[in-house]
T-cell receptor, first 116, second 112 residues
Framework: NAGVTQTPKFQVLKTGQSMTLQCAQD?????MSWYRQDPGMGLRLIHY???????DQGEVPNGYNVSRSTTEDFPLRLLSAAPSQTSVYFC???????????????FGPGTRLTVL | RKEVEQDPGPFNVPEGATVAFNCTYS??????FFWYRQDCRKEPKLLMS???SGNEDGRFTAQLNRASQYISLLIRDSKLSDSATYLC?????????????FGKGTHLIIQP
């Protein structure tokens, strides 16, 4: 199993450009999430999905869109990049562990995004 | 408001020593607790879950204190390879992905 894969690993954008960060998992996990990690901050949830066709907003959704057309893929779209979106972006997946909440999060290797 | 607090460190510890650090959480509805490890410029990876009765995995011991709302991680006989940032993660009952709260991490440096 490849686990969770993300592309690209690095990206530099100019303010106002749009782009899509790709995320895929081959573990047949229902839950997928996007986080951003900034210096001095914990991981913050951007958007998440509990299954194909279902998405919802996390703590910091503004400026980002997601879709979940298949179980495997969960792309994150930056609509009009801003310097404040410079960050490291992690995609994660997990199995539905029922009442205990979402158990082990499997993270992708991350995308380092710089917006100039 | 959900909040998880950790001492950012860095903790500088000589190889072979024992080190412990805590994490406090503010939401009394928290039910699931985890320690993740994150190496420099890498993704977080699950180190261990934390169970009510405490649990051990090799040199690592995790404890939960519900009354005082904190969890702890103890590392015995520390190795150079233990150098990393340790993230405390909690989840509320039935919280799902949006119920997870990540601490900012404690940076540990094991010195030869």
């Amino acid at each position: 199993n490849a686990g969770v894969t993300q592309t690209p690993k690095f990206q530099v954008l100019k303010t106002g450009q749009s782009m899509t960060l790709q995320c895929a998992q081959d573990m047949n996990h229902e839950y997928m999430s996007w986080y951003r990690q900034d210096p001095g901050m914990g991981l913050r949830l951007i958007h998440y999905s509990v299954g194909a066709g279902i998405t919802d907003q996390g703590e910091v959704p503004n400026g980002y869109n997601v879709s979940r057309s298949t179980t495997e893929d969960f792309p994150l779209r930056l609509l009009s990049a801003a310097p404040s979106q410079t960050s490291v972006y992690f995609c994660a997946s997990s199995a539905d562990e029922g009442l205990a909440g979402t158990d082990t999060q499997y993270f992708g290797p991350g995308t380092r995004l710089t917006v100039l | 408001r959900k909040e998880v607090e950790q001492d950012p460190g860095p903790f500088n510890v000589p190889e072979g020593a024992t080190v412990a650090f805590n994490c406090t959480y503010s939401n009394s509805a928290s039910q699931s607790f985890f320690w993740y490890r994150q190496d420099c410029r890498k993704e977080p990876k699950l180190l261990m879950s934390v169970y009510s009765s405490g649990n051990e995995d090799g040199r690592f011991t995790a404890q939960l204190n519900r009354a005082s709302q904190y969890i702890s991680l103890l590392i015995r006989d520390s190795k150079l390879s233990d150098s990393a940032t340790y993230l405390c993660v909690v989840n509320i009952l039935g919280g799902g992905a949006d119920g997870l709260t990540f601490g900012k991490g404690t940076h540990l440096i094991i010195q030869p």
